[in-house]
């Protein structure tokens, strides 16, 4: 819709634990906020493919939901708003325990369709 009414790409910040985990799927919770000011928290499970590698790709399975703006608090309740979300990525570790992160993913709703590029850089203790 951005691009449609001439708004150009939104843009955003954000932030996404990965819990520690041996065991497939790790497991992973993540926030961001976007220049249209409105956010997203999301919940996935993530599939590591070598895990003990430098280079780790993976897919990644979860849920979402948009917190918009307008709706305040209200937007919890909006079912519009959650969405089924799956990514492939990868991470390439620079520095232990520095590494970089991109990543591509789709989000499906019942109204609107999201496809997010994420570039990142992360940091493992």
């Not at 951005?2 to 819990?19: C, E, H, M, T, W």
């Not at 307008?70 to 909006?78: A, C, H, Q, W, Y």
Request: no cysteine; proline share 6%; glycine share 10%.
């Amino acid at each position: 819709d951005q691009l449609r009414d001439g708004k150009g790409l939104p843009y955003g910040l954000g932030v996404s634990y990965l819990a520690p985990r041996k065991r497939q799927p790790q497991w992973e919770a993540g926030a961001e906020l976007y220049s249209t000011s409105d956010g997203q928290i999301s919940a996935s499970a993530r599939w590591v493919q070598f895990p003990d590698n430098y280079f780790r790709p993976y897919t990644k399975l979860g849920l979402s939901h948009i917190w918009r703006a307008d709706e305040k608090l209200v937007s919890f309740g909006n079912w519009k708003n959650y969405f089924l979300r799956g990514a492939v990525g990868f991470e390439d570790v620079l520095k232990p325990p520095m590494s970089v992160l991109l990543e591509l993913s789709l989000a499906v709703g019942t109204e609107e369709t999201q496809l997010m590029f994420s570039f990142g850089y992360s940091w493992g203790f």
